[in-house]
């Protein structure tokens, strides 16, 4: 049991490194809006938005080694006339990983411009541009036990006497960051509308290698985010809420796509209290570059999770929780465990001088 431990901690020691590259994602991305596109900065009913989420994951393998992840979020909107706005938001997150507390710490501003195209109140059409700016910290915690992917012995053991191939000369530094995004919404009447967005986050490919002596450059890929949803009527007081993000991160491929079923609870016009139950699939595809020992790289495509959600809004009050079921070949090191998550929003609202109704997120 020992052995079979430290052999799926090397693996997720070696896809770390080999996906180092990767953002931070939630499977509640309906409820991580600024982390998912700029565009969707004061898309909102109310006037301000507060957002928390925590997400924890590998921990039946990792233990107190897991991944953690936290993001809080504010935005608002800024009235433009009677029926155009902008939004205005910043957010700050932060995510920590294995016994070397590798980790990026990102606080960033975002702006949007959601502009009517069309429509009146109760049915409307709006396209919405963004853009946030960011300064992030990456960083690893000095450690005389750094075990490097060259020092695999390929039989799923560590051998520490095999020297390192190369020396870290930062183990904390900071960089700008670039993201752009669009988002076209529709209100189809009280009951239904949908949303579609793109989003290019890092556009700037800020370098991230931990090495300074200039012999290595790792630029952060572009993460390309497709995403959309909305709500569909069933009948009186029950609907479909579904929805899918799309994400591609250099060689890493995202697929998140399901539904989730929204009982309101009493008679509303505008549904401001309900509760939510759903089920998503998420799907991947990875990239493990090439070393010494294993001069091929390895490309896999895998089912990575199932994941059960529940939501509970209550007026300008929200709470959410998800728990992804591994599915993938690591289940066999996790018996089945992926992540946990927990998400919070709270909405100020108070009058508005324009009015438009927007999809709920």
Not at 327 to 345: C, K
């Amino acid at each position: 049991m020992a052995l079979r431990k430290s052999f799926f901690s090397l693996m997720f020691v070696l896809i770390g490194l080999g996906i180092s590259a990767q953002d931070i994602h939630f499977s509640q991305f309906y409820m991580s809006p600024l982390n998912t596109n700029p565009a969707l900065t004061g898309v909102m009913n109310c006037n301000t938005r507060l957002i928390g989420n925590y997400r924890n994951q590998w921990a039946g393998i990792l233990g107190g080694n897991a991944y953690n992840t936290y993001s809080v979020s504010y935005d608002q909107k800024v009235a433009v006339g009677r029926t155009d706005y902008f939004g205005i938001g910043g957010s700050l997150w932060a995510d920590v990983a294995g016994q070397l507390s590798f980790g990026t710490t990102q606080g960033r501003l975002s702006f949007a411009y959601s502009k009517k195209m069309g429509g009146y109140r109760d049915r409307s059409h709006y396209l919405s541009i963004g853009a946030d700016a960011a300064v992030s910290q990456r960083r690893i915690k000095q450690s005389a036990n750094q075990i490097w992917p060259e020092q695999h012995d390929g039989d799923g053991l560590q051998d520490p006497s095999i020297p390192p191939p190369s020396v870290i000369g930062d183990y904390d530094f900071i960089y700008a960051d670039l993201a752009l995004g669009l988002l076209w919404f529709s209100i189809l009447d009280k009951d239904n509308n949908f949303y579609g967005g793109i989003a290019l986050h890092h556009v700037n490919q800020p370098d991230v290698t931990f090495t300074t002596d200039g012999s290595t450059v790792e630029p952060l890929a572009s993460r390309f985010t497709l995403h959309g949803g909305g709500q569909v009527l069933i009948k009186r007081g029950t609907y479909f809420v579904p929805g899918i993000v799309f994400m591609r991160q250099g060689e890493q491929v995202e697929l998140n796509l399901g539904t989730s079923v929204r009982f309101a609870l009493g008679n509303q016009r505008v549904v401001t209290q309900s509760w939510d139950i759903g089920i998503w699939y998420r799907h991947g595809r990875g990239f493990i570059p090439g070393d010494a020992n294993v001069a091929d790289e390895v490309r896999f495509t895998h089912s990575d999770a199932l994941i059960f959600a529940t939501r509970f809004d209550y007026d300008q009050f929200g709470l959410g929780f998800s728990y992804d079921y591994n599915i993938s070949q690591l289940r066999q090191g996790a018996a089945g465990n992926g992540a946990f998550e927990f998400s919070i929003n709270y909405y100020i609202c108070g009058p508005e001088k324009r009015a438009v109704y927007c999809p709920r997120f």
